[in-house]
């Protein structure tokens, strides 16, 4: 391994580059759909209940967001086992093609004018492969970034696949601003809302043609040289390894619901419960997005100096004690103020993000590693961001005050800091195979293979 004070070298920024583009390109294909859940997708998917009752199509809208999340673990299962005995590089290309594939089919489906029931159907199925590809990206990019970095640069390096979601929000939202300061509404509607889905076919294109030259993992391959047969990851997983992984789900639970409510959920509450007009709305969200991106690498690197458990406490910190006056300001109807209050939230979701690939990975043995954080972080997505802005909607709709959802984010963030208290510290450990997997790893009767 390098010297923690070496340059980055060649090979180390072709990493870095191929585990940023394709979460870039991820979560820029869920935020898009995020964000016109918000505004325009229950218009185009659920005519009939959008005209009879707004109220529920708009959380039936936030649903369709949610419904995705329930495939993930079945992605991050199929994913991590393939990348556990093939390698991170091929799953990697494979979860970025099916995701890209899957969110242009998008941008080609009948809306219900068109089709009638067929189409949300057809919107369903697709968003079914959009969460099946991402609960197997995101545990590959983690551990290409941490298991090439020094031991004391892990939480930096394990932060560039993080701020895929910032930079993923600062496409989509600053296309969407575009888009709809470009052309009419009615063109937006009519056809402008399936650009940026369309458009995700140039950049899986890009992301490929970067993935395809980063070289597999050096644990991975120390871990294919030793050629040792054992119990099935998922099996020996579950059988060994349920505690780190039930940890690592409560850990991620509340960052994933308070950052949903940034990508999708203040738009909508901003244009259809306080009329602001939708354009500079999402140019506000997109601005607050650099927050977000500056704070998740300042997490990451400050996790190498203070520790992971620290820095996610400030993170949480923050984001709990600023969530109800977040929405007090946003209620203001002042952009500057919105800008402000996504801001400083933003900054609460960084530090309590960026340091979360090194510490997953430190949390399990290599020849487990990736079908562990792949399937606590979809098992986190799901009760956490999954159907946050459906609860968001649900709790407003039913106690007219926003105060309600900050509660809500406030206990989902009690219940990470468990998590991380249950979790310990885990900055510095061995992510070598000999460090934590020989004691798994048998030979053919069953001795210990070292």
Same mark, same amino acid.
């Given at each position: 391994?390098?010297?923690?004070?070496?340059?980055? #070298?060649?090979?180390?920024?072709? &990493?870095?580059?191929? %585990?940023?583009?394709?979460?870039?390109?991820?979560?820029?294909? @869920?935020?898009?759909?995020?964000?016109?859940?918000?505004?325009?997708?229950?218009?185009?998917?659920?005519?009939?209940?959008?005209?009879?009752?707004?109220?529920?199509?708009?959380?039936?809208?936030?649903?369709? *967001?949610?419904?995705? @999340?329930? @495939?993930?673990?079945?992605?991050?299962?199929?994913?991590?086992?393939?990348?556990? /005995?093939?390698?991170?590089?091929?799953?990697?290309?494979?979860?970025?093609?099916?995701?890209?594939?899957? %969110?242009?089919?998008?941008? @080609?489906?009948?809306?219900?004018?068109?089709?009638? *029931?067929?189409?949300? &159907?057809?919107?369903?199925?697709?968003?079914?492969?959009?969460?099946?590809?991402?609960?197997?990206?995101?545990?590959?990019?983690?551990?290409?970034?941490?298991?090439?970095?020094?031991?004391?640069?892990?939480?930096?390096?394990?932060?560039?696949?993080?701020?895929?979601?910032?930079?993923?929000?600062?496409?989509?939202?600053?296309?969407?601003?575009?888009?709809?300061?470009?052309?009419?509404? $009615?063109?937006?509607?009519?056809?402008?809302? /399936?650009?940026?889905?369309?458009?995700?076919?140039?950049?899986?294109? =890009?992301?490929?043609?970067?993935?395809?030259?980063?070289?597999?993992?050096? =644990?991975?391959?120390?871990?294919?040289?030793? /050629?040792?047969?054992?119990?099935?990851?998922?099996?020996?997983?579950?059988?060994?390894?349920?505690?780190?992984?039930?940890?690592?789900?409560?850990?991620?639970?509340?960052?994933?619901?308070?950052?949903?409510?940034?990508?999708?959920?203040?738009?909508?509450?901003?244009?259809?419960?306080?009329?602001?007009?939708?354009?500079?709305?999402? !140019?506000?969200? $997109?601005?607050?997005?650099?927050?977000?991106?500056?704070?998740?690498?300042?997490?990451? #690197?400050?996790?190498?100096?203070?520790?992971?458990?620290?820095?996610?406490?400030?993170?949480?910190?923050? &984001?709990?004690?600023?969530?109800?006056?977040?929405?007090?300001?946003?209620?203001?109807?002042?952009?500057?103020?919105?800008?402000?209050?996504?801001?400083? +939230?933003?900054?609460?979701?960084?530090?309590?993000?960026?340091?979360?690939?090194?510490?997953?990975?430190?949390?399990?043995?290599?020849?487990?590693?990736? #079908?562990?954080?792949?399937?606590?972080?979809?098992?986190?997505?799901?009760?956490?961001?999954?159907?946050?802005?459906?609860?968001?909607?649900? +709790?407003?709709?039913? %106690?007219?005050?926003?105060?309600?959802?900050?509660?809500?984010?406030?206990?989902?963030?009690?219940?990470?800091?468990?998590?991380?208290?249950?979790? !310990?510290?885990?900055?510095?450990?061995?992510?070598?195979?000999?460090?934590?997997?020989?004691?798994?790893?048998? !030979?053919?009767? !069953?001795?210990? &293979?070292?």
């Amino acid at each position: 391994m390098t010297s923690t004070t070496a340059p980055v #070298s060649r090979e180390e920024r072709k &990493v870095l580059a191929g %585990t940023l583009v394709g979460t870039t390109i991820e979560w820029y294909d @869920f935020f898009i759909f995020a964000q016109l859940s918000a505004t325009l997708l229950a218009a185009l998917f659920l005519k009939p209940l959008e005209a009879s009752n707004p109220a529920l199509a708009g959380i039936l809208a936030f649903a369709l *967001v949610g419904i995705s @999340f329930l @495939f993930r673990p079945l992605g991050a299962i199929i994913a991590g086992r393939v990348g556990d /005995r093939i390698g991170r590089k091929p799953t990697l290309v494979a979860t970025l093609i099916l995701m890209g594939v899957a %969110t242009a089919g998008i941008g @080609f489906l009948p809306t219900y004018a068109q089709a009638g *029931v067929i189409a949300p &159907v057809l919107l369903i199925l697709l968003r079914i492969v959009q969460g099946f590809s991402a609960g197997g990206e995101w545990g590959g990019a983690a551990l290409m970034a941490v298991e090439h970095a020094p031991t004391g640069k892990r939480g930096l390096f394990g932060a560039y696949p993080q701020i895929g979601v910032p930079l993923g929000m600062i496409l989509a939202t600053g296309l969407l601003f575009g888009l709809r300061t470009s052309i009419s509404p $009615a063109d937006f509607a009519s056809w402008g809302w /399936r650009i940026p889905f369309v458009l995700s076919i140039l950049l899986i294109l =890009v992301g490929y043609l970067i993935r395809r030259r980063v070289e597999d993992s050096p =644990v991975f391959k120390e871990l294919s040289e030793r /050629r040792a047969e054992s119990s099935a990851p998922l099996t020996e997983l579950l059988k060994h390894h349920f505690k780190p992984v039930a940890q690592s789900a409560l850990i991620f639970i509340a960052n994933n619901a308070a950052g949903y409510l940034v990508i999708a959920y203040f738009i909508s509450y901003a244009t259809k419960v306080l009329k602001m007009e939708p354009s500079p709305v999402i !140019g506000m969200t $997109a601005l607050a997005s650099f927050s977000w991106l500056v704070f998740t690498l300042v997490g990451g #690197s400050l996790s190498d100096r203070l520790g992971r458990v620290r820095t996610f406490l400030l993170g949480y910190a923050i &984001v709990a004690v600023w969530i109800i006056p977040c929405f007090l300001l946003v209620e203001t109807k002042s952009l500057g103020l919105y800008l402000l209050a996504l801001v400083v +939230l933003s900054a609460g979701l960084g530090l309590s993000y960026g340091p979360q690939s090194a510490m997953y990975a430190e949390m399990f043995p290599a020849r487990i590693r990736y #079908s562990g954080i792949s399937i606590g972080y979809a098992i986190g997505a799901i009760f956490g961001g999954a159907f946050a802005p459906m609860i968001s909607e649900a +709790l407003f709709v039913g %106690t007219h005050s926003s105060v309600s959802i900050g509660v809500y984010i406030i206990v989902l963030c009690v219940i990470s800091v468990l998590g991380l208290l249950w979790a !310990g510290e885990t900055k510095g450990r061995d992510l070598s195979i000999d460090a934590a997997d020989h004691h798994y790893v048998k !030979g053919a009767s !069953g001795e210990q &293979v070292r």
